[in-house]
T-cell receptor, first 113, second 117 residues
Framework: DGGITQSPKYLFRKEGQNVTLSCEQNLNHDAMYWYRQDPGQGLRLIYY???????QKGDIAEGYSVSREKKESFPLTVTSAQKNPTAFYLCASSQDREGQPQHFGDGTRLSIL | AQKITQTQPGMFVQEKEAVTLDCTYDTSDQSYGLFWYKQPSSGEMIFLIY??????QNATEGRYSLNFQKARKSANLVISASQLGDSAMYFCAMRDFYGGATNKLIFGTGTLLAVQP
């Protein structure tokens, strides 16, 4: 089955610690995205990538980093510089063509210990 | 700046009735696209329907239809014959063409729909 896999489903971070959220897709999509969702709010774009080895900052990139070494993978690192990391994180991918919907993973819920 | 507004934080509908979820948008771009997603309590985002700004007919997908009024800049989602499984958060989103990525999306704040038996 084609789809997007995010892991882990739940993640806990200690103060001062970096954590990495995994996102893998087997849909052969060129573009991948990371969103943050806070309770009762919409999605805000953190980073996106249209092609391997290239990525762009979204609206709330501070305190986050990404890499895109393979087409299938787009991991997100939440660094210690992100002071309020508790949120629901969603990864998505799409064909890089007008009108194509983004397909989402099941999300990772990150909490601070 | 482009913006999506969903003014209904929450709505109730009786099972088997139709319901309309409102979405208005703001853009100066002539070419844009509008998407609706469903987010159940489990968290995943499910794509429902898409409307391009140049599409002459309103989009339909099964029980979902999009009431697209370009002059009013509105793209309301209509769900016919509501089912209990339709209870979820619904998000309207617009493709941000100026963002540099063809399919970069801007999301509204969502509407929580509760279907009552």
């Amino acid at each position: 089955d084609g789809g997007i896999t995010q892991s882990p489903k739940y993640l806990f971070r200690k103060e001062g610690q970096n954590v990495t959220l995994s996102c893998e897709q087997n849909l052969n999509h060129d573009a991948m995205y990371w969103y943050r969702q806070d309770p009762g709010q919409g999605l805000r774009l953190i980073y996106y990538s249209q092609i391997v080895n290239d990525f762009q900052k979204g609206d709330i990139a501070e305190g986050y980093s990404v890499s895109r070494e393979k087409k299938e993978s787009f991991p997100l690192t939440v660094t210690s510089a992100q002071k309020n990391p508790t949120a629901f994180y969603l990864c998505a991918s799409s064909q890089d063509r007008e009108g194509q919907p983004q397909h989402f993973g099941d999300g990772t819920r990150l909490s601070i210990l | 700046a482009q913006k999506i507004t969903q003014t209904q934080p929450g709505m109730f509908v009786q099972e088997k009735e139709a319901v309309t979820l409102d979405c208005t948008y703001d853009t100066s771009d002539q070419s844009y696209g509008l998407f609706w997603y469903k987010q159940p309590s489990s968290g995943e985002m499910i794509f429902l329907i898409y409307q391009g700004s140049y599409d002459e007919q309103n989009a339909t997908e099964g029980r979902y239809s999009l009431n697209f009024q370009k002059a009013r800049k509105s793209a309301n989602l209509v769900i016919s014959a509501s089912q209990l499984g339709d209870s979820a958060m619904y998000f309207c989103a617009m493709r941000d063409f100026y963002g540099g990525a063809t399919n970069k999306l801007i999301f509204g704040t969502g509407t929580l729909l509760a279907v009552q038996p």
